[in-house]
């Protein structure tokens, strides 16, 4: 009988050795560290004079700034994949004919790994032999050399995460979808209430908690956004595709400023909170409401 | 009359009209516009997302010459697989020019233990946080979700340092078990969630007949364990294979994954680039996970949205 008590506890600690030394300990670890003055090498002692002085180098830091607005321009870039994903899974769900199809074509770019995303779009975006050649050869004059123009690039890595994330978007709002009520759309049929109105007034606010869902995890994957930009521009032309992600551990190995890459990765999870904690909130309490009634 | 038919029907079928029947009652009539236009915009799109996997396939088999051309989408004129031998055997990554088989064997090297350890410790967690009245459970439970959130940024030097000192950085090993432990919060919550619905008359009558932890995790666990182990392992499968952060943070020179000689592939151009090579390293690169996916394809969608928090 006291085995049983102690066996479950034994089979615990690989755990939660795990999350006190690699999650708990290292937040930690890294927290103290953008106190002090490491460079190369860690420093442990802080000077309490100046304890914030590598905050405040990267409030004062343009690369920062430029990485902060980006973040919120691929942030917002991105969450044309939640639209784009709904769209089309309302079509789907409407139009029943070739759903598996159009669901495995638009769920496919999700298996590949973001590096294969990047080199395939750099290749069509090449300005000399890729798709922008190939449309002026039949006639359009357009411009698509996003990739070398600093003001464009963060474009081209907008482009390249939706096309790679928005069948993921169309799959969770497929599911939501899936889970309304079929009455509803007989009842607003007999009222003779137009679609658009049965889906902005009624579908959409009923499919909240699944737009909340996808709302985290696009931030979540924005904030994290790192593979792609190193495949698409390798943060340039100069520094005009940084995102935190990018700047932190650029500080980290190019740079190799401890200190400094330790309080921008403590911005990065300051931002992770700040944009989690209301949202989960959010879904908790939808949650909570959902088993009410 | 219309009464009756409707109910004759319901009778007939054998179902009375419930909760999934379709908006549109199936109008067997046929294609209307709307039809047409729903159809033919989904059409386009699916075109759209084919657009980058058809123009990877056939500048893979292109001479340079003709990528020279700048035709991107056209067929090739010669079909040649020197592209795909150049990228397995020749193509250079760093210093180093013995191609991608390399990062191929090494991202398998890794995908193994690393599959084998992140599962086997989150399914024993998992069970034990479920089914068993541990009393800190819920607590735990929280933090991993709070641990699941946290970017890697913020734990990548002090995980650095520790694979430095147990002398392991640099080898496939630091990369697996780096895996192994970014992916045990999400796998625990999910395998915790799975478990959490056995009946507690099995459990009972489990405990009834042995009580040993390790037995009945073995005979009656796992054993139920079936369909969530797919889906953990659709997750794992191509969240490890196509990971490119943690195999160039902790690979070193020797350990890197297939992305990373990629990247370098992409990245890293000295003189002109030959596209050809380029997309078939990106092709060889991608073709495990694709065949993953349409192999499981719809298992696939679970697994993704199982883990999606893991981004």
């Keep these: ?41 860690p420093e442990y002692g802080i000077d309490w004079s100046e304890w914030g002085r590598q905050y405040d180098r990267l409030f004062r830091d343009a690369g920062w700034e430029i990485s902060l607005r980006n973040l919120i321009v691929l942030g917002l870039g991105s969450a044309l994949a939640i639209v784009f994903g709904f769209v089309l899974a309302a079509m789907i769900d409407k139009e029943k004919r070739g759903e598996s199809l159009f669901r495995t074509v638009f769920l496919y770019p999700l298996a590949v790994s973001l590096i294969v995303t990047g080199a395939a779009w750099r290749w069509i975006l090449n300005p000399t032999l890729g798709a922008q050649s190939f449309l002026r050869g039949l006639g359009w004059h357009v411009d698509f050399n996003w990739l070398a123009q600093g003001d464009t690039a963060m474009y081209a890595i907008i482009l390249a995460s939706v096309w790679q994330s928005a069948g993921f978007y169309m ?111 959010l879904t908790v309490w939808q949650q909570r409401k959902r088993e009410a009634s | 009359m219309s009464q009756v038919s409707i109910s004759e029907r319901a009778a007939a079928s054998g179902e009375m009209p419930v909760a999934r029947s379709p908006y549109f009652v199936r109008k067997k009539k046929g294609i209307t516009p709307r039809t047409v236009a729903i159809l033919a915009f989904l059409t386009i799109c699916a075109l759209f997302f084919c657009v980058p996997l058809y123009v990877v396939v056939v500048t893979s088999f292109k001479t340079m010459d003709q990528i020279r051309e700048g035709a991107i989408f056209s067929l090739p004129h ?31 090297f890794i995908l193994f233990p690393s599959l084998i350890l992140s599962i086997s410790l989150a399914m024993v967690t998992g069970f034990a946080l479920a089914l068993w009245n541990v009393r800190w459970a819920g607590a735990f439970l929280f933090l991993l979700f709070i641990c699941a959130f946290v970017p890697f940024q913020i734990i990548m030097y002090p995980l650095i340092v520790m694979t430095t000192t147990t002398k392991i950085y640099g080898t496939l090993w630091a990369v697996a078990v780096i895996h192994a432990v970014l992916a045990m919060p999400v796998l625990t ?61 902790f690979g070193g020179l020797t350990g890197q994954p297939m992305t990373v000689n990629l990247a370098n592939l992409i990245t890293i151009s000295t003189g002109t680039t030959n596209y050809a090579h380029n997309m078939a390293a990106a092709l060889l690169t991608a073709i495990p996970p694709l065949v993953v996916y349409f192999l499981v394809g719809k298992l696939f969608v679970q697994g993704v949205t199982a883990g999606a928090i893991k981004g």
């Excluded at chain 2, 592209?83 to 398998?108: E, M, P, Q, T, Y």
Aim: charged residues 10%.
């Design chain 1, 1 to 41: 009988m006291r085995w049983s008590r102690i066996a479950p506890q034994l089979a615990l600690t690989p755990a939660l050795a795990v999350t006190a030394v690699a999650f708990i300990g290292s937040i930690g670890w890294t927290i103290y560290l953008s106190f002090t003055r490491s460079r190369r090498l």
């Design chain 2, 78 to 108: 010669i079909w040649t697989l020197e592209a795909w031998d150049h990228a397995w055997n020749r193509a250079c990554s760093g210093i180093k020019c013995d191609g991608l088989k390399v990062g191929f064997w090494n991202s398998v």
């Design chain 1, 171 to 281: 799959a969770l709002m497929l599911a939501g979808l899936k889970g309304i009520n079929s009455e509803i759309w007989s009842a607003a049929k007999l009222d003779g209430v137009p679609l658009w109105r049965v889906y902005l007034e009624i579908i959409i606010p009923m499919m909240k908690f699944t737009f909340i869902t996808c709302a985290i995890l696009l931030s979540l994957g924005v904030i994290k956004a790192y593979d792609v930009v190193v495949a698409m521009t390798n943060g340039g032309p100069g520094q005009s595709t940084w995102v935190p992600a990018y700047f932190t551990i650029n500080a980290l190995s190019a740079k190799s400023n401890l200190g400094y890459a330790s309080a921008a990765a403590v911005m990065m999870l300051a931002i992770t909170f700040v944009v989690f904690i209301p949202l989960v909130a």
């Design chain 2, 189 to 249: 919550l999910i395998f915790r969630n799975y478990y959490k619905d056995i009946p507690t008359e099995i459990m009972s009558a489990a405990m009834m007949d042995s009580g040993s932890f390790w037995r009945i995790f073995f005979e009656i666990i796992v054993p139920m364990s079936g369909n969530i182990l797919i889906v953990v392992l659709i997750l794992q499968i191509t969240s490890i294979w196509n990971d490119y952060l943690i195999g160039v943070t």
